[in-house]
């Protein structure tokens, strides 16, 4: 049988959209479609920054002693609590490990999410994000949704 995979050649023909209340819970197999998608840095920069800046800032403000600190968190305070253009130019290690890790489903919703919905198109519902990895000016992001 063959399984449909969204990719950059065919986003277009979705409405795209991020499941914000179950995302990351296991779907059914035969309802699951593969995606692999590539998102232009300049685009991240453009739609993600506010809120990637409005967590790093809470998160400096946070009050919790460094003792209860763990993972990425530790990680993201020995890096000083960067700005989303700073940390793409020193560790974009650390970036994907906090999008993967902490902001999935923002990422995905601020990068993606149709802001023109067409009813002609099929909705195309973002479950899990997978594997990131940053290319050179591109950020190539993998996962699985449904069409619902």
Known sequence: ????????????????????????????????????LYIDIEKVIEDFSVYFNDFMEREADDPEPDEYLSGVYIKIKNA???????ILETDKELF??????????????????????SEEKTLFVIQSLDVIEMLDHQIFCQGVGYKS
């Open 80 to 86: 000083g609590f960067p700005e989303l253009t700073k």
């Open 96 to 117: 994907c490990q906090i999008v993967k890790e902490e902001l999935s489903s923002e990422f995905l919703g601020y990068a993606l999410t149709s802001i023109e919905i």
């Open 1 to 36: 049988m063959f399984k449909m995979n969204v990719n950059n050649d065919n986003l277009g023909d979705f409405n795209i959209k991020v499941n914000e209340i179950g995302f990351g819970k296991p779907i059914l197999d035969e309802e699951s479609i593969n995606y692999s």
